[in-house]
């Protein structure tokens, strides 16, 4: 464990930030000293892992780096892995890889398994089995006051509800039990489009994305810039993975077929999950909408032709099992809306796309942490803060998408 009192630390931005103190925890006693030792100096906590979802500046802060505990067991037969801090979904899927089982994990593998399980955490696999917060298990914490606990259905249920999708504000984890999925094999590419089809594929989309089968999931993608080399320009780009039973996949890609045609190129194969490599979008922005309009349509396509326009929007549907929720899931998403656009483009960009979107936001995906209210329904809201309070009235856990105690 380190406590250097003035450092400079690279922040998401770039910027350097000094903490008011910094720590490399290496152990649960680490963490629960360096917790103690804020708590006695009157400092906020700000836990980093990857530093990949760090929105908030950790300047004057106690600052607990879990980057160095690593580590990933796995219980093949409970299709169980057991995740340390520090771990990464490159190191979930490799471990997991070896038993024909897959992890609920997004579409980059260097993010963290803690900061993305509990921001809600979706990926490829979440229309078939749930986000990555539906498939966490338990999780060990150190609480506000140092103390150890383990959060479970039947340990702190309302901890364990909380943590499945309200970030980090409960208290920093040391350990996750998370379910695996029975996925090894997945069908997964991109198919490129000219951007004069793109208007007619995202209506298709619109119209009969609900009849696709939930192991099937789609993201059609904007780009300004194409990436092949004989199609210079805007192109959409539609990124899909497979991972239902490989027999029936031909009548799912027939759909992705009558959406874009004969496509330019693609480089759909069977794969390893961990061999998926269909990119993901910057979230400058993220929006959710009912349904795709053939204004928003119009907008959005023609933001990727023009000039002062975004440089991709990534459409999503969402549906499958993130609609159908256990008895007793946590408080992540807005589970009745079908659609997202994940936007990298400046405010006026995402401004052209908010008129007929829901309001609702996506935790992982909500670049402003001052609109966290917007990723809840109004009770779930109001419920997380009343847990806040029960777990950290002093809120030292502000350093992220912050919940204010009720
Ligand atoms: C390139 C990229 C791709 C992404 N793709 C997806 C995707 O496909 N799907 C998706 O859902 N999200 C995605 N995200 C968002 C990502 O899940 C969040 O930014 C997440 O918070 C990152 O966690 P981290 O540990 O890597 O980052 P960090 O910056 O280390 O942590 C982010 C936050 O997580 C919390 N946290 C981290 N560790 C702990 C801990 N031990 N205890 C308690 N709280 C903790 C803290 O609040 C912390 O501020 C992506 C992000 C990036 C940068």
Redesign the pocket.
């Known amino acids: 464990m380190t406590t250097p009192t003035t450092s400079t630390h690279p922040s998401?931005s770039g910027q350097a930030v000094e903490p008011a103190a910094a720590v490399e925890a290496r152990s649960i006693a680490d963490?629960r000293s360096a917790v103690l030792q804020a708590r006695r100096r009157g400092l906020p906590v700000?836990?980093?892992?990857?530093?990949?979802?760090?929105?908030?500046s950790p300047d004057g802060a106690m600052l607990?780096?879990?980057?160095s505990?690593t580590g990933v067991d796995l219980d093949p037969d409970r299709r169980i892995a057991r995740v340390r801090?520090?771990a990464?979904w490159s190191d979930v899927i490799a471990a997991a890889e070896l038993y024909g089982l897959a992890p609920m994990?997004?579409?980059?593998p260097?993010?963290?398994?803690?900061?993305?399980?509990?921001?809600?955490?979706?990926?490829w696999l979440a229309r078939p089995y749930g986000?990555?917060a539906d498939n966490l298990v338990s999780?060990q914490?150190?609480t506000a006051d140092g103390e150890l606990v383990r959060a479970a259905a039947e340990e702190h249920p309302d901890l364990y509800w909380a943590?499945r999708g309200g970030?980090?504000?409960?208290?920093?984890?040391?350990e996750l039990e998370i379910r695996l999925a029975p996925v090894s094999r997945v069908i997964a590419g991109v198919a490129y489009a000219d951007i004069d089809r793109a208007a007619e594929a995202l209506q298709w989309f619109g119209d009969h994305a609900a009849e696709l089968p939930s192991t099937f999931t789609v993201a059609p993608r904007l780009l300004r810039t194409s990436p092949l080399p004989q199609h210079a320009g805007p192109v959409l780009a539609v990124g899909a993975v497979y991972a239902g039973d490989l027999d029936s996949a031909a009548t799912a890609f027939s759909g992705l077929h009558a959406m874009i045609g004969a496509p330019l190129y693609d480089d759909f194969a069977v794969r390893r999950y961990s061999g998926i490599a269909v990119p993901?979008t910057?979230?400058q922005g993220f929006e959710m909408y009912r349904e795709l309009s053939d204004g928003l349509i119009k907008t959005a396509v023609d933001s990727v032709i023009d000039e002062d326009g975004g440089n991709a929007l990534e459409f999503r549907h969402w549906g499958g099992a993130t609609a159908q929720p256990a008895p007793g899931a946590g408080p992540v998403g807005h589970r009745d809306v079908p659609f997202s656009i994940k936007i990298d483009g400046g405010p006026e960009v995402v401004a052209a796309l908010a008129p007929t979107a829901t309001g609702g936001k996506?935790?992982?995906?909500l670049a402003d942490p001052t609109q966290t209210r917007r990723a809840y329904r109004m009770h779930d809201w109001y419920r997380l803060r009343e847990v806040k309070r029960r777990w950290d009235p002093d809120n030292i856990?502000r350093?992220?998408?912050n919940i204010p105690p009720a």
């Open positions: 998401h963490i700000a836990v980093r892992s990857t530093g990949h979802g760090s929105l908030v607990i780096s879990t980057s505990m801090p520090g990464r994990s997004g579409d980059t260097s993010v963290g398994v803690v900061g993305y399980t509990f921001g809600g955490g979706v990926g986000y990555g999780a914490l150190v943590i970030g980090g504000n409960f208290g920093i984890a040391t993901g910057r979230p996506f935790l992982n995906f856990f350093i992220n998408h």
